[in-house]
């Protein structure tokens, strides 16, 4: 049976000799990792930025009204 290594794309035969799978490599898994990682640390900080601009925005606003 093959599957698709989730990060390569690359068909992987899924087997007890393949302690990595469904990644093709050790590689492989510790790119998808370190993406999960990188996104949980990314999307708080962003929407950190995103409500301070959506508050600066709405005092703007309400000075012009
Ligand atoms: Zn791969």
Known sequence: ???????????????EDNRYRPFCSERCKLIDLGAWANEEY?????????LSDAYQLT???KVEE
Do not use: G, I, L, Y
């Not at 049976?1 to 690359?10: A, E, G, N, S």
């Not at 990314?42 to 995103?50: G, L």
């Open 42 to 50: 990314r999307v708080p900080a962003e929407d950190e930025d995103s």
């Open 1 to 15: 049976m093959f599957v698709q290594c989730p990060t390569c794309k690359q068909s992987v035969e899924w087997s």
């Open 59 to 61: 005092d703007s606003k």
